[in-house]
């Protein structure tokens, strides 16, 4: 379904062994080098959303292969398996002979936790210095996704209920649109994906940076 030009959402494109395998995978993630942290943001706030990152880290508002907000450690490398299903979602999402799919080349992943209160708010993705697609993939609970404009973080936006396994791929002008999820449904997800609670959100990027 294209929500906007470029801006592509495949329901349940995850099967449910997929999703637990995520899970699982995510869960080493949270462990470290980088433990899962709530972002510290620059104002003195902190982000209600727990990320751990893979390849490059990211605060606010750059990536680092070193996470100096953190634990001062090295960042966990981008796993080559994480990048072939980009690809896959990629020609998932806009069809398996389009150009987009083969070139992808994803080298930061994001991995978002939400509990039922954790909200995040109206914003442009604008650290990477690659205008490739944004592969986003969610488990667990369902949640209200704003997918708003280019211009500004208030309307018009469209809201799209996200679903564990829905795939959403941001690409051409949806890269640079605002966007956030201004709400978590607690108690929704499938107990079959192994999460007990809360909502993840993994995200692939292409940050354009060298090395
Ligand atoms: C549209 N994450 O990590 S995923 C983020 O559900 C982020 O955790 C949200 O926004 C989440 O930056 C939304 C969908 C998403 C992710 C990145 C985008 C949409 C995007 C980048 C550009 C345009
Ligand atoms: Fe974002």
Avoid at 13 to 34: D, H, K, M, S
Avoid at 100 to 114: I, K, Q, S, T
Avoid at 153 to 162: F, G, H, K, W
Avoid at 180 to 199: C, E, F, I, M, Q
Wanted: glycine content about 12%.
């Amino acid at each position: 379904v294209e929500v906007a030009p470029g801006a592509v959402h495949v329901p349940g494109w995850l099967t449910v062994e997929r999703q637990r395998e995520l899970v699982v995978a995510c869960r080493e993630w949270a462990q470290g080098p980088v433990p899962m942290r709530r972002t510290a943001l620059p104002g003195g706030g902190v982000m209600s959303v727990r990320t751990v990152c893979l390849g490059w880290h990211w605060q606010p508002y750059r990536y680092t292969r070193t996470a100096g907000d953190v634990n001062g450690a090295r960042v966990a490398p981008f796993p080559q398996w994480l990048a072939d299903l980009g690809r896959a979602a990629l020609a998932a999402a806009y069809g398996e002979d389009d150009e987009r799919a083969g070139g992808y080349a994803p080298d930061a992943a994001l991995v978002n936790f939400y509990d039922g209160a954790a909200r995040m708010g109206m914003h442009q993705d604008k650290e990477e210095r690659s205008a490739a697609p944004v592969v986003s993939l969610s488990i667990g609970d369902s949640c209200v996704f704003r997918f708003g404009n280019t211009e500004t973080r208030n309307r018009p936006y469209t809201d799209v209920e996200l679903l564990s396994g829905d795939l959403f791929v941001f690409g051409g002008p949806s890269r640079f649109a605002f966007h956030g999820v201004p709400k978590v449904r607690p108690g929704t997800a499938d107990p079959a994906v192994g999460l007990r609670s809360g909502r993840l959100n993994i995200t692939l990027r292409e940050t354009g940076l060298p090395g």
